[in-house]
């Protein structure tokens, strides 16, 4: 069992280095002055973002984008799409066409109309460009056409219920300027349509927005966000105390606990980000069906929530079940002596790939998770890398043995772990099968999601439960904290952040 805690001593003089280092990377500014309106709020991440470019990057990384690049539309509190951002309506005029009604009169901070042509051409990069991390779910779109600057419409080669629900994690780019800039020069300084628009950064060390006095909708409550990281989460709690930033993603249990214990605004939500360990099964050792039921027999997912995180995680079993609150319908319970019998003698080698500093605890984690593999009778080598290395081994095939990785499921339908993960040509590829991706393309021709449940159902257990392919572990509950005085900043479950009502 593994816990993270400081004594009050430590965690003052943890708290007086961490704010002269953090004061030195530019956060800096009086800590208590500001007011509505008039003040920057200081933002602490637990990691440095890979790109700030929607088309290639994780989606961990749109805290920071999506205050400058907005979905093209908007989710509502059901996690579900809303005519309320810069797509306004949409009708589905026969199984294969779907037609979309843009907001008029909308521009990029650079100028650009945000008209459907931009809105094409988003999609259009979405569905082709080498780099979309995207693209395996637009794989099914035949034609994206723009006839007038407000009228989008969407050919696909086959009924898909989800295309609306889609198009809420696609970002609207400029057309002209991503084109201009390529990849590596829009990340490094962002164009966008949202309530804040790109001011500065400062390599490996911030970056920083500032409100947009021609954002189109509800201006922010005030002047900017400034964006740090820290990867420990020691560090973010005393920067935390020591009023060196405002608000304080990503605290553990214990670290959240000692906040509250301060006297500190801590905010925990479920989120629908779950934390699942991924079987190569393409590759030795878990091309070999007997010791993937072994791995997925090892791990107790119920210790891991209870011994790292307190109890305050959701044990979850399942896949395909993506909205916060819902268990799948079949799973995997532990039994360390069956997969002990399973491994026998021949002390198979498995290597454990994991990003250290990406999600709560993920160190502790995966050394549970190794430990208990070991314990069945693998050898494991553990492999800490980035996150930005490991989407790069991931996409690029380039593992073997077992990864863990946070499955977000930006749109809150089954179909996006269905055909991001399980499907062939998905993110992971990792449980290839000709029969599974005929379910996945049979859910999709359902009329919703409600009516391509059952299928769902029955892909879950195949992928979980037959055939190994994931071991999904737990949804994370989400702390952050906030500093004295500090309020307004939302973090919704999909991994988002509102900062507009933020003030200090």
């Not at 002209?176 to 990849?183: E, R």
């Not at 044990?315 to 319908?329: E, F, H, I, S, W």
């Not at 799973?331 to 003698?345: E, I």
Request: glycine share 8%; with cysteine.
């Amino acid at each position: 069992m593994i816990k993270n805690a400081l004594t009050p001593r430590r965690l003052a003089s943890v708290a007086v280095a961490a704010a002269v280092a953090i004061g030195a990377a530019g956060c800096g500014g009086d800590p208590g002055t500001g007011s509505a309106g008039t003040s920057t709020i200081r933002a602490l991440l637990n990691a440095q973002p890979a790109t700030l470019d929607p088309i290639a990057g994780a989606r961990s990384a749109q805290v920071v984008w999506a205050t400058m690049i907005e979905p093209l539309i908007a989710t509502d509190a059901e996690l579900e799409p809303a005519k309320t951002g810069l797509i306004t309506d949409w009708k589905r005029s026969s199984p294969d066409k779907w037609t979309f009604t843009m907001r008029e009169g909308v521009k990029f901070s650079n100028g650009e109309p945000a008209d459907a042509a931009a809105a094409a051409a988003t999609l259009e990069l979405t569905r082709s460009s080498a780099t979309s991390l995207l693209k395996t779910y637009f794989t099914n779109v035949a034609s994206i056409e723009a006839p007038d600057a407000t009228t989008i419409v969407i050919n696909t080669k086959r009924p898909q219920y989800d295309i609306p629900n889609l198009l809420t994690t696609v970002f609207l780019l400029p057309p002209k300027y991503y084109k201009q800039k390529g990849p590596a020069g829009f990340s490094a300084a962002p164009v966008g349509t949202g309530p804040y628009t790109f001011e500065a950064s400062k390599a490996g060390r911030e970056i920083s927005v500032k409100a947009n006095p021609a954002y189109w909708g509800q201006k922010p409550g005030n002047t900017g966000v400034t964006f740090t990281w820290a990867t420990e989460a020691s560090q973010r709690l005393a920067l935390l105390q020591s009023k060196s930033v405002d608000v304080a993603f990503d605290l553990p249990p214990a670290q959240a606990d000692q906040a509250k214990g301060a006297g500190l605004k801590v905010v925990s939500t479920e989120s629908a980000l779950k934390i699942t360990a991924v079987l190569e099964t393409t590759k030795a050792p878990f091309d070999n069906p007997t010791l993937r039921e072994a791995a997925a027999l090892a791990i107790n997912r119920d210790d891991i929530v209870k011994g790292i995180f307190n109890g305050k995680a959701v044990a979850d079993g399942g896949l395909l079940n993506v909205k916060p609150g819902t268990q799948p319908k079949d799973k995997v319970d532990a039994d360390p002596a069956k997969a002990k019998q399973l491994v026998g003698s021949s002390s198979p080698s498995v290597n454990l790939t994991y990003p250290a500093a990406q999600y709560t605890n993920m160190k502790e984690v995966a050394q549970a998770v190794g430990a208990s593999l070991e314990q069945a009778g693998f050898k494991v080598k553990y492999l800490p890398v980035d996150y930005g290395t490991l989407v790069k081994q991931v996409v690029g095939r380039q593992i073997n043995g077992m990864y863990m990785l946070g499955a977000v499921p930006n749109v809150a339908v089954p179909d996006f772990f269905a055909t991001g993960y399980v499907k062939t040509a998905s993110i992971t590829g990792n449980c290839p099968s000709p029969a599974t991706d005929k379910m996945i393309a049979k859910a999709l021709e359902q009329k919703d999601a409600a009516a391509a449940q059952s299928t769902y159902d029955e892909l879950n257990s195949i992928s979980v439960v037959q055939e190994h392919c994931f071991v999904p572990l737990y949804k994370q509950i989400y702390n952050y904290g906030l500093g004295s005085g500090v309020d307004g900043v939302v973090y919704g479950p999909l991994n988002s952040v509102d900062f507009t009502k933020a003030t200090r």
